[in-house]
C-alpha cells in the first residue's frame, strides 16, 4: 500500500494562505489519482479535492472552489493543496489519500490514513 505523509499545516489567520504537501511512496506515482480531505472537530471526514494522474482534471467540493488549488509533481511524488482565502470553517485536520479510480472513491472507502497536518483559522 501507498504511505502518505502530510505537512505544511498551521495556524492563520482568515483571509491568509497555506500549503500544504503529501509525499507519497511505494507505488508507482503516476498511476494514481490523489486527494485532500479533512476533519473537523465533531464532524466526520470529508472530501476536499482530487486531481487526476495526470494532473489535467481536477474537482473540488464546493465551499472550497475558487480559493483552493490541488496541483501535483510527478516527479518529487507529491500531491499540494495551495489554499487561500482561508476561512475559520476550514480549521480542520488535512489528509491526502490515493487511489487508481479518477474520480476518487467516496471518503469511507479509504483503508489507510496518513497522520494528517492541522490547519487553525481563528474566528
Known amino acids: 500500500q501507498v504511505q502518505l505523509v502530510e505537512s505544511g499545516g498551521g495556524l492563520v489567520q482568515a483571509g491568509g494562505s497555506l500549503r500544504l504537501s503529501c509525499a507519497v511512496s511505494?507505488?508507482?506515482?503516476?498511476?494514481?489519482?490523489l486527494g485532500w480531505f479533512r476533519k473537523a472537530p465533531g464532524k466526520e471526514r470529508e472530501f476536499v479535492a482530487a486531481?487526476?494522474?495526470?494532473?489535467?482534471?481536477?474537482y473540488y467540493t464546493d465551499p472550497v472552489k475558487g480559493r483552493f488549488t490541488i496541483s501535483r509533481d510527478n516527479a518529487k511524488n507529491t500531491v499540494y493543496l495551495q489554499m487561500n482565502n482561508l476561512k475559520p470553517e476550514d480549521t480542520a485536520v488535512y489528509y491526502c489519500?490515493?487511489?487508481?479510480?479518477?474520480?476518487?472513491?467516496?471518503?469511507?472507502?479509504?483503508?489507510?490514513w496518513g497522520q494528517g497536518t492541522q490547519v487553525t483559522v481563528p474566528s
Open positions: 511505494g507505488r508507482t506515482f503516476t498511476t494514481y489519482a
Open positions: 489519500n490515493a487511489d487508481t479510480h479518477f474520480p476518487l472513491p467516496p471518503v469511507y472507502d479509504y483503508n489507510y
Open positions: 486531481i487526476s494522474w495526470s494532473g489535467k482534471s481536477t
